[in-house]
């Protein structure tokens, strides 16, 4: 499949897709694909199982992945429109019932101890979606709180005695949280968060995106593997496209993910999708082993912004 013939896949597929593609790989704002999303394809269907009481699922975190919170981040990385009434009403829900006496929102317990991991993912929807920073701002608290020191971010930090390592999960999650957190003009603690994220971008890249930094051994296999929608974990792809998102230059020691990344091109030009995380979904948007227009768009940006060119 030619360059070509790879774009007009792409753009066959959902809106958001198509949104997503003019955007980022043909450098042209179609305003009327994203308005779109909400109306049409996979933006309605997630939007048209919203409960009366404002909630998807039953509840704010359960069940995955039909639940509020996973459903409002399939949203957010649809490219669906910021000023959604629903999807802000609904987080003005979690933040005025499930804020936890640390400051961060809690999933569920009678403990109401939040979830770092969870922050991370609330805070990127919740700056995305333009809510009121003061709000935000106990989030804030909590997440610096538990910023460790080996400069990432772990779920157990605050929940389990003798965390001392960080988790490429949580710390990825909070770094997409920071980063929507600075791109849309909030500045609560924006010092103390530029700080934080620059020493969890090294935590990551002191692993080369997924090796042990004492090994070098692959910490986990899962990682390699392409999925869409990721939810909470981490895997390489996810990793890089954040990258390429804050415009950070080629750091050599991304080199290993790059390269796994080309490996796993197709002879068609396009990327599978790999990997499906276990759990009750409202619908499936792609086929497993089968092309991925998701892992192929993002791989596509990946390599656009390393300026890597494919044959």
């Known amino acids: 499949m030619n360059d070509d013939r790879l774009i007009k896949w792409l753009l066959s597929g959902d809106v958001s897709i198509q949104y997503q593609?003019?955007?980022?790989?043909?450098?042209?704002?179609?305003k009327q694909l994203r308005k779109r999303i909400s109306k049409e394809g996979w933006g309605a269907r997630f939007l048209n199982n919203r409960n009366n009481n404002g909630y998807w699922g039953r509840g704010f975190y359960q069940p995955k992945w039909t639940s509020t919170h996973y459903t409002i981040l399939d949203l957010k990385n649809l490219g669906i429109?910021?000023?959604?009434?629903?999807?802000?009403?609904?987080?003005?829900?979690?933040?005025?019932?499930?804020?936890?006496p640390d400051g961060g929102i809690y999933p569920a317990g009678l403990d109401k101890k939040s979830d770092v991991c969870l922050n991370g993912m609330?805070?990127?929807?919740?700056?995305?979606?333009h809510m009121k920073e003061d709000d935000l701002k106990s989030i804030l608290d909590f997440l610096i709180n538990e910023h460790m020191r080996d400069g990432g971010f772990n779920c157990y930090s605050n929940r389990r005695e003798g965390v001392v390592h960080s988790s490429m999960h949580s710390t990825l999650s909070v770094l997409e949280g920071i980063y929507e957190y600075e791109h849309y003009g909030y500045s609560y603690?924006?010092?103390e968060l530029k700080k934080a994220k620059k020493s969890a971008l090294e935590f990551l890249l002191i692993h080369k995106l997924f090796r042990s930094h004492r090994s070098g051994e692959i910490m986990d296999k899962k990682m390699l593997m392409?999925?869409?929608p990721s939810r909470w974990r981490y895997d390489i792809l996810r990793a890089l496209?954040?990258?390429?998102l804050e415009g950070i230059g080629y750091n050599n020691r991304m080199d290993d993910a790059i390269e796994i990344l080309l490996k796993k091109r197709r002879a068609d030009g396009t990327w599978p999708l790999q990997a499906r995380?276990?759990?009750?979904t409202h619908f499936e948007m792609e086929e497993m082993s089968k092309p991925s227009r998701w892992n192929t768009l993002r791989a596509l940006r990946v390599l656009k912004h390393f300026n890597i060119k494919v044959g």
């Open 277 to 280: 995380h276990p759990g009750q």
């Open 21 to 30: 593609v003019h955007r980022d790989l043909l450098n042209s704002d179609k």
């Open 122 to 129: 609330f805070l990127n929807y919740a700056c995305y979606f």
């Open 241 to 244: 496209d954040y990258f390429q």
């Open 189 to 191: 603690r924006l010092k």
């Open 81 to 100: 429109p910021q000023n959604n009434k629903d999807i802000k009403q609904s987080i003005s829900l979690v933040i005025d019932t499930l804020k936890a």
């Open 226 to 228: 392409l999925s869409y």
